[in-house]
């Protein structure tokens, strides 16, 4: 997929996730003699101290190098900003306020990053989710607090109710006058009939992720939950509820099943 991307890419920097532990150095330095341009480092938002050795790899192999605090909402935004001095003193470029679960409000989105740009001399990024039908507002106000990176995704390709459309976004943008050269009808034309096809469904809000949004959860803990629901009688928005209380994060899906025994146990 890498490869195809390289080739195909004409004006476009082609960036890579990792999430350490699950992608290593051996896996980023390969990208890097491909011909990658950036990789996006994403860890816990309380845990950037295990991304020194990403970073300091990426800046080595002449990468630019992105910190990402996933799930920012669930910590204050104090806490982020220390974290994101953390990435800055291992080398990143830009550091990203991530609200993986898509649980934030506008006023959410715009602390985070403003503490971010006070705290570090490197941008400020901000990526969304749309669970709760804000993605594009809460990345306008982060514009507004000082974000100088932002995201998108055509017709919201993306977990849970996907992130901010790309399409509706650069069409806000040039109603602020901020996107003057972007070409809207040619975007909305790309999600329409290339991306929009190549799903059997379409990023709607529905049920499941108005609940992880609402909750707070990753939308990787849905099939979980649905299973254990399942198993013990439950409503698996119960569950997810009751994760989100307790802040759960990703990797501790089996969690999930402690979690429904104990719910099953009080009815």
Known sequence: MLAEALRTAKRAKIAVLLVPGI??????????????????????????????????????????????????????PAVLA????????????????????????????????????????????????????VAVGNTLATLEAGASQIDGTLRSLGAGAGNAPTEVLVAALKKLGLAPDY?????????????????????????????????????SFLLHARHAAEKFGLDPREILIEMGQRQAIAGQEDWLLDVAVELAQKK
């Open 23 to 76: 992608g290593t150095t051996k896996e980023l330095l390969r990208a890097a003699g491909m011909g990658l341009h950036i990789v996006r480092i994403a860890v816990h938002c309380t845990e950037a101290d295990i991304s020194q050795q990403h970073f300091e790899a990426a800046k080595k192999a002449g990468l630019e190098a992105v910190g990402f605090l996933m799930m920012a909402h669930s910590q204050p």
């Open 82 to 133: 220390e974290q994101a001095k953390l990435m800055e003193s291992y080398g990143a470029d830009c550091v990203y306020v991530v609200d993986s679960a898509g649980a934030m409000l506008p006023h959410d989105a715009a602390a985070r990053v403003a503490a971010l740009c006070e705290a570090i001399s490197i941008p400020v990024g901000f990526h969304a989710h749309n669970n709760l039908g």
């Open 183 to 219: 070409d809207l009808f040619r975007l909305a034309d790309l999600a329409e009939e290339v991306v929009a096809p190549l799903r059997p469904s379409q990023m709607i809000i529905d049920r499941d992720s108005l609940v992880l949004g609402y909750a707070g959860v990753y939308s």
